[in-house]
């Protein structure tokens, strides 16, 4: 129980690893907030936190949007009054080559991708600093963000980011809340079963275990070891750090 009464918000939150961050958390005692738009698997997310003993609640939510973080945060105040732990969560990915991308694709990676962990942090921070103790806020970025990929100019970009935005972060929000980033490598999940969508699963799966140290593939339960760590007391002296979660394939 590494989380215990301690409130969670956590973005994208109906799918791959903000679901299951969802889940740890509620089972390590966290009080747990998850927003997305799939209402469904809202409610399916909601009958297992439920069915294990935890506490859970769902906002609709559109990251991209300023009103709608303005509108969480608002029902986040007047319910709670304050936020222990913030994970910067959602998230798109889309592959592409640079004279195949349109400025619109781009401009909706970085939105999604950038503009929801600038929002998140904008309207979160006054009830991060009304926690009790030091509040977390964990951004989700990637070893994209660290590594240039070819055909993934959007992504890459977006993720190194977010990078930046943490940092900065957390030099503006110390000494009552600390900020770090989470980058995780390939994890197969929705986001990339949407990405090689047309492809053999099989195949891709191969690929990314065979291009890393540790010869494993990725799975969101993966990531949310890290997540707790970050979100919890153990971590009280980490602040504006990157901890990569990606079986050794950004070592070099």
Same mark, same amino acid.
């Given at each position: 129980?590494?989380?215990?009464?301690?409130?969670?918000?956590?973005?994208?939150?109906?799918?791959?690893?903000? =679901?299951?961050? &969802?889940?740890? !958390?509620? @089972?390590?005692?966290?009080? $747990?907030?998850?927003? #997305?738009?799939?209402?469904?698997?809202?409610?399916?997310?909601?009958?297992?936190?439920?069915?294990?003993?935890?506490?859970?609640?769902?906002?609709?939510?559109?990251?991209?949007?300023?009103?709608?973080?303005?509108?969480?945060? =608002?029902?986040? &105040?007047?319910? !709670?009054? @304050?936020?222990?732990?913030? $994970?910067?969560?959602? #998230?798109?990915?889309?592959?592409?080559?640079?004279?195949?991308?349109?400025?619109?694709?781009?401009?909706?990676?970085?939105?999604?991708?950038?503009?929801?962990?600038?929002?998140?942090?904008?309207?979160?921070?006054?009830?991060? =600093?009304?926690?009790?103790?030091?509040?977390?806020?964990?951004?989700?970025?990637?070893?994209?963000?660290?590594?240039?990929?070819?055909?993934?100019?959007?992504?890459?970009?977006?993720?190194?980011?977010?990078?930046?935005?943490?940092?900065?972060?957390?030099?503006?929000?110390?000494?009552?809340?600390?900020?770090?980033?989470?980058?995780?490598?390939?994890?197969?999940?929705?986001?990339?079963?949407?990405?090689?969508?047309?492809?053999?699963?099989?195949?891709?799966?191969?690929?990314?275990?065979?291009?890393?140290?540790?010869?494993?593939?990725?799975?969101?339960?993966?990531?949310?070891?890290?997540?707790?760590?970050?979100?919890?007391?153990?971590?009280?002296?980490?602040?504006?750090?990157?901890?990569?979660?990606?079986?050794?394939?950004?070592?070099?």
């Amino acid at each position: 129980m590494r989380l215990q009464n301690k409130l969670a918000l956590i973005t994208g939150g109906t799918s791959g690893i903000g =679901r299951d961050a &969802a889940l740890r !958390f509620a @089972k390590e005692g966290a009080q $747990v907030i998850f927003t #997305g738009r799939n209402k469904e698997r809202a409610n399916s997310t909601l009958q297992e936190i439920e069915a294990h003993g935890g506490q859970a609640c769902f906002y609709e939510h559109d990251v991209t949007s300023e009103a709608s973080w303005q509108d969480v945060t =608002r029902q986040v &105040a007047d319910t !709670f009054g @304050k936020l222990d732990v913030l $994970v910067n969560n959602a #998230g798109i990915f889309l592959y592409g080559p640079i004279e195949d991308t349109s400025l619109e694709e781009f401009q909706v990676m970085w939105q999604t991708n950038v503009d929801s962990v600038f929002l998140g942090m904008k309207y979160c921070l006054p009830l991060l =600093r009304a926690s009790e103790g030091t509040a977390s806020v964990v951004n989700i970025s990637s070893l994209s963000g660290m590594v240039g990929h070819p055909d993934c100019v959007s992504y890459c970009s977006s993720k190194s980011a977010a990078l930046m935005l943490t940092r900065v972060m957390a030099m503006e929000a110390a000494p009552k809340v600390r900020v770090n980033a989470l980058a995780p490598g390939p994890v197969w999940n929705e986001l990339l079963e949407r990405a090689h969508e047309g492809q053999d699963a099989e195949d891709m799966k191969t690929y990314y275990r065979e291009s890393q140290p540790l010869k494993l593939m990725g799975e969101s339960a993966d990531v949310t070891g890290g997540l707790v760590f970050l979100a919890s007391q153990e971590s009280r002296y980490v602040n504006g750090s990157l901890f990569r979660i990606d079986a050794g394939r950004g070592a070099d």
